[in-house]
């Protein structure tokens, strides 16, 4: 389902894309990216956002000041066993399509951070995708630290801002 | 082994427009189907809970464990409280939060009732999550949760009593832990009555929980 901002965004970067042919690049769109504070000594912690790629490409990696290490994972709950693995070989993206990183999906880890994320800041996260033909690109974005404690959410869609629908 | 859990399938984000009515159909639907079975199998679809509910287990019975001040605790502590056990640990950045945001969320819609409702936090990865992190960790939530942390054997043998389960797993240069999500919910009279499912929305833990006040 598309927003009218969306949908305009869209129409933007066909005619940007008509500008500059041949040089035709491969995009994703991020949206509403946000991480989660920790608390001091709380060493990981996870990004969550909307990926919409504009080819199949696959979200491989990333980069960011706050850690060392970042890794892209997928929850799972077996039962009532949540487990946690790292995505082997990237995260798919179908052109088009928007993939939700979010609680009880998929998430950007971000491990060994050396001091805590507090709610207000704003983490410098380069991710990398990787198209079909091993070639990769980065998207830089600026993702705001959100608190711990999570305003209560429903089943439904109803969070977070920057939603004209 | 665990009985099985209810799984109310509220996790999905999609957006629902135009949804409501078809789904007032399954829910009647559903309700119908409920009230069909029920007549046939009156002892086991009798609970009055969303989540499920436990007769005389013979899990859980015991716990003793320190908290974030070192201070050994147990289930007699609490009386007089409802109180949710849930295991989990602080590199978990997803099913923990949102566990213990939904435990505030039940403590809110409990209104003046939620200072009845405590909840205690079992860390399952004592290796990383010291004391003083643990405190810090739910200190973020709410204030009145409590933290234990034992050592490794102090927390394999609860577990072990709880039926819960947790396996140390690699994961790229670190490890994570996947580990039992389901919150365990004692009367005030220290009585195991429940276990709460991970998708058990914070509306229905809350109607268990003033039902289970009541007791
Ligand atoms: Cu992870």
Partial sequence: MLTTKTRRSLGLALMFGAFTLPAWAQTVKVEDPWVQATVAGQKATAAFMKLTADAPVKLTGGKTPVAPVVEIHEMVMEGDVMKMRAIDGGLPLEAGKTVELKPGGYHVMLIDLPKPLKEGEKVPLTLTFTDAEGKTFDVAVEAPVHPLKREHEKGEHGKKAGHEM | ?215
């Avoid at chain 2, 082994?1 to 629902?16: K, Q, R, Y």
């Avoid at chain 2, 939060?97 to 079992?122: C, D, H, M, Q, Y």
């Avoid at chain 2, 072990?160 to 140390?168: A, D, G, I, L, N």
Wanted: glycine residues 6%; proline residues 7%.
């Fill in chain 2, 1 to 215: 082994m665990m009985p099985p859990l209810i799984e109310d399938g509220d996790t999905s984000g999609a957006p629902m427009n135009g949804i409501p009515l078809l789904r007032h159909a399954c829910h009647t639907f559903l309700v119908i189907l409920a009230f069909a079975l029920s007549a046939c199998n009156r002892a086991e679809s009798s609970s009055p809970f969303h989540a499920t509910e436990l007769h005389d287990p013979t899990f859980g019975r015991e716990l003793r464990l320190p908290d974030t001040q070192g201070r050994l605790r147990t289930l007699d502590d609490f009386r007089g409280a409802v109180v949710g056990v849930y295991f989990g640990f602080l590199q978990c950045p997803d099913v923990c939060p949102t566990a213990l945001s939904r435990a505030v969320e039940v403590k809110r819609l409990l209104g003046e009732e939620g200072n009845r409702f405590r909840i205690v936090f079992i860390t399952v990865d004592p290796e990383r999550d010291t004391p003083e992190v643990v405190r810090a960790y739910l200190a973020a939530f709410d204030p009145s949760f409590v933290g234990l942390v034992g050592n490794p054997e102090e927390v394999a043998r609860t577990a072990k009593e709880f039926r819960v389960y947790y396996r140390k797993v690699p994961t790229g240069s670190s490890y994570t832990m996947d580990h039992t999500a389901t919150t365990f919910v004692y009367n005030a009279h220290g009585k195991l009555r429940l276990a709460v499912p991970h998708s058990l929305s914070a509306e229905d833990f809350a109607a268990d929980v003033r039902r289970i006040l009541a007791e």
